[in-house]
């Protein structure tokens, strides 16, 4: 099955600075990786995603790259403000494809004023 | 369009019981997967139904139990709580598969004593 490692674990950075946050995989057949931001007391929700064809995806201030050959896939988020203070998740499918994802160990990143 | 939602939010058992949790999907979305968040094990995956069939299974014991309705609403169930089940459940909801993204409810608190 597939393993998914992501590093920092906390991650604390200055309002305005940027924050990057790596995830590997194991599984070469991984083409779908979603990062999720969960905020205290709510579900994960999902801030951005890559898919294999492509290696890099922005929206506004997050963006997302993916090394299919190193197997690693990263988050960016420049010019960082309180509400971006949350736990940080990365993902890839169980099985290479489809049906259920494994989840890296989440990154707490926090934004000091 | 609504969330998913979860009910209920919040749950006390005591150790030998069992517990049953629902999740409404968004509308139009007949994937439902289970997820189980703990701060040493982090998200990890329960099981995943589409269509009333369950598609796939996590590694977890059998005292864990699911299944899906004709109206895509889903219930999961817990027998013989130990106190190890203690977590947050999160519930997520998608179209169909693959790798579309997988939308997550706010997740059912569940303490046992």
């Known amino acids: 099955g597939e393993n998914v490692e992501q590093h920092p674990s906390t991650l604390s950075v200055q309002e305005g600075d940027s924050a990057v946050i790596k995830c590997t995989y194991s599984?070469?057949?991984?083409?779908?990786f979603p990062w999720y931001k969960q905020e205290l007391g709510k579900g994960p929700q999902l801030i951005i995603d890559i898919r294999s064809n492509v290696g890099e995806k922005k929206d506004q201030r997050i963006a997302v790259t993916l090394n299919k050959t190193a197997k690693h896939f990263s988050l960016h988020i420049t010019e960082t403000q309180p509400e971006d203070s949350a736990v940080y998740f990365c993902a890839a499918p169980l099985r290479g494809g489809a049906d259920g994802l494994t989840f890296g160990k989440g990154t707490h990143l926090i934004i000091q004023p | 369009k609504a969330g998913v939602t979860q009910t209920p939010r919040y749950l006390i058992k005591t150790r030998g019981q069992q517990v049953t949790l629902s999740c409404s999907p968004i509308?139009?979305?007949?994937?439902v997967s289970w997820y189980q968040q703990t701060p040493g094990q982090g998200l990890q995956f329960l099981f995943e139904?589409?269509?009333?069939?369950?598609?796939n299974k996590g590694n977890f014991p059998g005292r864990f139990s699911g299944r899906q309705f004709s109206n895509s609403r889903s219930e999961m169930n817990v027998s013989t709580l130990e106190l190890g089940d203690s977590a947050l459940y999160l519930c997520?909801?998608?179209?169909?598969?693959?790798?579309?993204?997988?939308?997550f409810g706010p997740g059912t608190r569940l303490l046992v004593l």
């Open positions: 599984d070469s057949a991984s083409n779908y």
């Open positions: 509308s139009g979305h007949r994937s």
């Open positions: 997520a909801s998608r179209t169909s598969g693959g790798r579309e993204t997988q939308y």
């Open positions: 139904y589409f269509s009333e069939t369950q598609r």
